[in-house]
């Protein structure tokens, strides 16, 4: 495989199924990522590090989510699982030791792409070391150990919660519509009633100890309030 550029960034296809691993690589290939395909976990692990990740649970030497695991503890790559597991128990284990964003199989090669800009664009606009941290006034939401401060303070929140508060804090101010956030905190299929958002929005208002932080737009969703404007 001849890399295209490195402008876009450099993907590591982790895929034990070559026939999806060749399909793979070559649509991320032709959109512009430099990208590279091992089928084993160690392999993965042994591979210079990469912009991102895609990494399938079921592979034949490690399982995904310890594949996972040793990843983060030893780089910043944004990993997003791509699997054919779907249950949620699956998603929230990956998500919790790790995983930037779950995609489950089939998918098509357009939202793949979307998923890694949005990943890229979120570790980009908080490089310096501090990619895996999201800041927002009195705010602080830590990707990697899914820990939530509010003034240097713990707040214990749900999976859920968490996923909320990623999909506000990492573009701050900008307005998060109810569907987006059902899909990316819940599931891209959820055909649930959207009530269920409110019960946890209201919920993660308490914990955070300030109910306006987090505001409603009505009509629109929810973003985080300006911390200028927040006592």
């Not at 070559?18 to 976990?41: D, K, M, W």
């Not at 890694?116 to 664009?121: D, F, T």
């Not at 919920?203 to 300006?226: C, M, N, Q, S």
Request: net charge negative; with cysteine.
């Amino acid at each position: 495989m001849e890399p295209v550029s490195t402008r876009l960034g450099r993907v590591l296809v982790v895929e034990d199924d070559p026939g999806i691993a060749t399909q793979l690589v070559r649509g991320l290939t032709r959109a512009g990522y430099e990208t590279g395909s091992v089928t084993t976990g160690a392999a993965a692990l042994d591979w210079p590090v990469p912009d991102v990740v895609l990494l399938d649970l079921g592979l034949p030497d490690i399982d995904g989510v310890e594949v996972c695991r040793r990843l983060r503890a030893c780089t910043d790559a944004a990993i997003i699982v791509v699997t054919a597991r779907g249950e949620e128990s699956d998603r929230v284990l990956a998500l919790d030791e790790g995983a930037d964003d779950y995609l489950i199989k089939p998918f098509g090669l357009a939202e793949l792409l979307a998923r890694i800009r949005a990943v890229l664009r979120r570790s980009r606009a908080h490089g310096n070391g501090s990619a895996q941290v999201l800041q927002h006034g009195q705010l602080t939401v830590d990707l990697r150990t899914h820990k939530v401060t509010v003034g240097g303070s713990a707040v214990a929140v749900t999976p859920k919660e968490f996923a909320i508060l990623e999909c506000l804090a990492s573009d701050p101010g900008r307005v998060v519509s109810r569907q987006e956030m059902l899909e990316r905190a819940w599931d891209e299929h959820w055909y649930g009633p959207t009530k269920v958002l409110d019960v946890h929005m209201a919920a993660l208002r308490k914990k955070l100890g300030d109910p306006g932080l987090i505001e409603t737009v009505y009509g629109h969703g929810f973003r985080l309030a300006d911390p200028s404007e927040t006592p």
